[in-house]
Structure formats: C-alpha cells, structure tokens
C-alpha cells in the first residue's frame, strides 16, 4: 500500500522514495528505475518488471503527466496477456491502492516528478 504522494516524494510502509520505482506483484521496491530516455517509456525500460509476469501494469506518468509510452508499447504489453492502466501519477496511486487488495498480479512503475 502507498501511503502518500506528492511531487518528487512517495512513502511506503512508512519509507520515503524520491526517485522513480517500479512496485512488483510480490510488493518488493525497486528503487531507484532509470529509463533510456527520460520522458518515454520504452519496452527495454521495464523488461525486468516484464519478468515477474504481472496481470495488470499501472504506470504512473509524474505529477503533470509528462511521461509518455513509446507508440506501440501497450500493444506489446496486451500482446503479451498484460493489461495496462495509465494515469498521472496520483491518479495511479489512487488505482494501485483500490486494486492492490482485489488483484495480487499488479505492478506498478512511477514516475515521482514532472
């Protein structure tokens, strides 16, 4: 469960982030995640997150939104059985903490700034 968000800042199970992470199905933080380019998501960024197989992706696009998917990225990842939801970043918080508790096969990756 995330406790909090707010620019640049999130806190789990009472430990504070400030750089961007993925959440695996299992819970485990991965911590600092760094992408190829800054503001796209490309597959190669989050193949390792691709290795725990989840069900669902939420991606959390930073504060205003700026992150953006690679054309063809959520088509490679429905191709491969996961379903995608992409949300500013509080917005993703919002959803990761409704579904966490329903779906055990979520993960989530967030961008914490822009």
Known sequence: MIDTYSFGRMIIDGRKYTKDLWILPNGEIVCPWWRITGHELVLADIEELMAARPDLLIIGTGANGVMRLAPGLESVLRARG????????????????????????????FHLTC
């Open 82 to 109: 996961i379903r995608t939801v992409v949300l500013p970043t509080a917005e993703a918080v919002e959803r990761y903490n409704s579904l966490r508790g329903e779906d055990s096969g979520i993960a989530a990756c």
